[in-house]
């Protein structure tokens, strides 16, 4: 495909709309193509990070394709590194040409690295290379609704029919950064899959997350889990409030199920950090504020599906600027993660990013099991920035 080159720059537009024009699964070659027409660039390829976020799968431009037999372990690599800072990584390769790795991230997403040889690179060129590497982010995100083309670059191992299930109730990006805050999302499977999803979206005015765990193993958790997070979903999508969501869930599984789920519901005001929430049985969140990890005290209700003539508590929080809250499911802390100090990790990663201290998390329940777990370990990370003047501390507030 012939990319039209204007004054030896190429806007954004055409970039964009050469990649609509090729095929979803050739993103990575229309930013090669525009690469090398403008700086000569060599040896231009996209590595994906895989679903567990510990190595790296390498799809190169106008080769053989997504090369899953030689995956890249990330930790203490560059990639690693690039990918952590945030920053392009510019070296010497050995043979008079300078290789560039720089971070493809949209909205705080992570989704890999662009790496790209060229003969020269000043600062003006090192620029356009970025600027390439964020349109490729957006062309990624995308492109992949068309496309299994990056949902196999993430696989690294064998997916089970349970979790192919369960990873398709995850949003597809477990990241996000707005001005209010940012949020990020792990999940390590179990070895026969544990129920475990979390979610959130963003609507004008609140912040919408949840954490849930569905009782059982293998297929029939997914199967449940399915009922459970298509139930939310519509119920939020309807305009009800967390009381509410929680309601139609606990009636989709009575009606349609004799399993049961734990789960909390969140919903985040944007303009004054004030959250109202639903705990069904699950696992306290913790926070991390002032420099201080506690447990956050909320009353815990039934689980989803119990049936019992008791009803849901809407109950308060109110984030501060520079609070962090950790919302954890049952696999952070029973059998062999027990062992894993959770709050130690929480207070010794407060400088992270919440991505990487979702790693450092996860990667630590995984080493405390001995890399297999009998129940799926999810985590989510949610920093409150807000740009706004502190709210009141004697407001309503749920543990104080």
């Given at each position: 495909?012939?990319?039209?080159?204007?004054?030896?720059?190429?806007?954004?537009?055409?970039?964009?709309?050469?990649?609509?024009?090729?095929?979803?699964?050739?993103?990575?070659?229309?930013?090669?193509?525009?690469?090398?027409?403008?700086?000569?660039?060599?040896?231009?390829?996209?590595?994906?990070?895989?679903?567990?976020?510990?190595?790296?799968?390498?799809?190169?431009?106008?080769?053989?394709?997504?090369?899953?037999?030689?995956?890249?372990?990330?930790?203490?690599?560059?990639?690693?590194?690039?990918?952590?800072?945030?920053?392009?990584?510019?070296?010497?390769?050995?043979?008079?040409?300078?290789?560039?790795?720089?971070?493809?991230?949209?909205?705080?997403?992570?989704?890999?690295?662009?790496?790209?040889?060229?003969?020269?690179?000043?600062?003006?060129?090192?620029?356009?290379?970025?600027?390439?590497?964020?349109?490729?982010?957006?062309?990624?995100?995308?492109?992949?609704?068309?496309?299994?083309?990056?949902?196999?670059?993430?696989?690294?191992?064998?997916?089970?029919?349970?979790?192919?299930?369960?990873?398709?109730?995850?949003?597809?990006?477990?990241?996000?950064?707005?001005?209010?805050?940012?949020?990020?999302?792990?999940?390590?499977?179990?070895?026969?899959?544990?129920?475990?999803?979390?979610?959130?979206?963003?609507?004008?005015?609140?912040?919408?997350?949840?954490?849930?765990?569905?009782?059982?193993?293998?297929?029939?958790?997914?199967?449940?889990?399915?009922?459970?997070?298509?139930?939310?979903?519509?119920?939020?999508?309807?305009?009800?409030?967390?009381?509410?969501?929680?309601?139609?869930?606990?009636?989709?599984?009575?009606?349609?199920?004799?399993?049961?789920?734990?789960?909390?519901?969140?919903?985040?005001?944007?303009?004054?950090?004030?959250?109202?929430?639903?705990?069904?049985?699950?696992?306290?969140?913790?926070?991390?504020?002032?420099?201080?990890?506690?447990?956050?005290?909320?009353?815990?209700?039934?689980?989803?599906?119990?049936?019992?003539?008791?009803?849901?508590?809407?109950?308060?929080?109110?984030?501060?600027?520079?609070?962090?809250?950790?919302?954890?499911?049952d696999g952070m802390q029973e059998r062999g993660a027990a062992a894993v100090d959770l709050a130690s990790i929480v207070h010794d990663t407060r400088?992270?990013?919440?991505?990487?201290?979702?790693?450092?998390?996860?990667?630590?329940?995984?080493?405390?099991?001995?890399?297999?777990?009998?129940?799926?370990?999810?985590?989510?990370?949610?920093?409150?920035?807000?740009?706004?003047?502190?709210?009141?501390?004697?407001?309503?507030?749920?543990?104080?």
């Amino acid at each position: 495909m012939e990319v039209v080159v204007k004054g030896g720059d190429l806007e954004l537009g055409e970039l964009l709309a050469a990649a609509e024009a090729a095929p979803p699964g050739e993103s990575v070659d229309v930013v090669a193509h525009d690469l090398r027409k403008r700086f000569g660039a060599e040896a231009v390829s996209f590595l994906f990070v895989d679903l567990i976020g510990q190595r790296l799968v390498r799809l190169a431009a106008t080769e053989a394709g997504v090369d899953r037999e030689r995956p890249i372990d990330l930790q203490g690599t560059v990639y690693d590194t690039v990918l952590r800072s945030q920053r392009q990584h510019v070296e010497e390769d050995g043979q008079g040409g300078r290789r560039v790795i720089t971070p493809v991230t949209n909205r705080g997403d992570c989704l890999g690295v662009l790496e790209v040889t060229l003969q020269s690179a000043d600062d003006t060129v090192l620029r356009q290379v970025r600027d390439a590497a964020h349109a490729l982010a957006y062309i990624i995100v995308t492109d992949r609704r068309f496309t299994d083309l990056y949902h196999l670059g993430r696989r690294t191992t064998d997916t089970s029919l349970a979790a192919e299930i369960q990873h398709q109730l995850l949003p597809s990006a477990s990241c996000c950064e707005a001005a209010q805050f940012t949020l990020a999302a792990g999940l390590v499977p179990a070895d026969d899959i544990g129920g475990d999803t979390y979610d959130y979206t963003l609507d004008r005015d609140t912040l919408h997350l949840s954490i849930t765990d569905a009782m059982g193993h293998d297929t029939n958790s997914a199967l449940l889990a399915t009922l459970l997070v298509g139930a939310l979903r519509r119920a939020r999508r309807s305009g009800c409030d967390a009381l509410k969501q929680a309601s139609h869930a606990h009636q989709a599984l009575l009606s349609h199920s004799r399993g049961l789920a734990t789960g909390q519901l969140l919903c985040v005001d944007l303009d004054t950090g004030l959250c109202e929430l639903v705990n069904a049985g699950h696992p306290r969140p913790l926070r991390l504020r002032d420099n201080v990890v506690e447990e956050v005290k909320l009353a815990v209700n039934l689980p989803f599906g119990v049936a019992a003539p008791t009803s849901y508590r809407l109950q308060q929080l109110q984030l501060l600027p520079g609070d962090r809250l950790v919302l954890l499911t049952d696999g952070m802390q029973e059998r062999g993660a027990a062992a894993v100090d959770l709050a130690s990790i929480v207070h010794d990663t407060r400088a992270l990013h919440p991505r990487e201290a979702v790693q450092s998390l996860t990667t630590a329940v995984l080493d405390a099991c001995h890399g297999n777990l009998r129940d799926d370990a999810t985590v989510l990370i949610l920093d409150w920035h807000s740009n706004r003047s502190r709210p009141d501390e004697t407001g309503p507030e749920a543990g104080s």
